[in-house]
C-alpha cells in the first residue's frame, strides 16, 4: 500500500544535542511538509517542499532546518533542541494541486 | 488572516447518541476544507475534502457538508470506536500548497 513513513517512531535526545528525524513516501507527491503537534494544539507547519523548492514558515526556529535528497525521502534536523521543542513530528504529503494531504504516523520527540 | 475555530472542545456521547462538530472557517477564497481523524498519539488520517458550498461527502457513519462559511461533521449512531479527534482545515486561494487547521474536537462515544 502506498504510504508516508516516518522514522524513528520515538526518539530521546539531550538538550542540545542534534538530532534528525526522517520521512519517506511511496506515494510519488511532489508536495512534503512538516510539522510540529504538542499536546492538544492544531498542527502547526515548519516547512514544505514543491518539488525541491523549499518554503520555509515565517515564525520557525533557525534551530529547525530540513533536507529533501530527492522526492521520496525528508528530513527534519534540530540543531540544538531545547525543552521547548519536545513534540509530535508529523510529516504530510501532497500531489500538487492543493489537494488533501496525508500523514505519516509520527515520530514523538522527547528532550531531556 | 486565515483562520479556522472548531466546537466543541471536547464532546461526549453514549453510543448511538448523533451529534455533529463545528468547523468555522475565515479564509480568502476557499480552495478546500478537510477532515481529519486522529488518534492518540498517531498521525491524522484523512476523511474527506470538500470543495464548494452544498457539497456533502459520506463515509460510514460520519457525513460532512459545506457551508460558505462552516462545516459540520455529523456523526450518526456513533460506536466508541469512533472516539478520536477531529480536526479541520482550510485552504485558501493564493495559499499555495499550505492549509490553517483548527485546534480539533476531542470525541469520547461510551458505551
Known amino acids: 500500500d502506498a504510504m508516508v513513513i516516518q522514522n524513528p517512531r520515538y526518539q530521546v535526545t539531550q538538550f542540545g544535542k542534534p538530532v534528525t528525524l526522517s520521512c519517506s513516501q511511496t506515494l510519488n507527491h511532489n508536495v512534503m511538509y512538516w510539522y510540529q503537534q504538542k499536546s492538544s494544539q492544531a498542527p502547526k507547519l515548519l516547512f514544505h517542499?514543491?518539488?525541491?523548492?523549499?518554503?520555509n514558515e515565517a515564525d520557525t526556529p533557525d534551530n529547525f532546518q530540513s533536507r529533501r535528497p530527492n522526492t521520496s525521502f525528508c528530513f527534519l534536523d534540530i540543531r540544538s533542541p531545547g525543552l521547548g521543542d519536545a513534540a509530535m513530528y508529523l510529516c504530510?504529503?501532497?500531489?500538487?494541486?492543493?489537494?488533501?494531504?496525508?500523514f505519516g504516523p509520527g515520530t514523538r520527540l522527547t528532550v531531556l | 488572516e486565515d483562520q479556522v475555530t472548531q466546537s466543541p472542545e471536547a464532546l461526549r456521547l453514549q453510543e448511538g447518541e448523533s451529534s455533529s462538530l463545528n468547523c468555522s472557517y475565515t479564509?480568502?477564497?476557499?480552495?478546500?476544507l478537510f477532515w481529519y481523524r486522529q488518534d492518540p498519539g498517531k498521525g491524522p488520517e484523512f476523511l474527506f475534502t470538500?470543495?464548494?458550498a452544498g457539497e456533502e461527502k459520506e463515509k460510514e457513519r460520519l457525513k460532512a457538508t459545506l457551508t460558505k462559511k462552516e462545516s459540520f461533521l455529523h456523526i450518526t449512531a456513533p460506536k466508541p470506536e469512533d472516539s478520536a479527534t477531529y480536526l479541520c482545515a482550510a485552504r485558501a486561494s493564493g495559499g499555495y500548497q499550505k492549509v490553517t487547521f483548527g485546534t480539533g474536537t476531542k470525541l469520547q462515544v461510551i458505551p
Open positions: 504530510a504529503t501532497s500531489s500538487s494541486g492543493g489537494h488533501e494531504q496525508f
Open positions: 517542499y514543491y518539488d525541491k523548492d523549499f518554503n
Open positions: 479564509v480568502s477564497g476557499l480552495r478546500g
Open positions: 470538500l470543495y464548494s
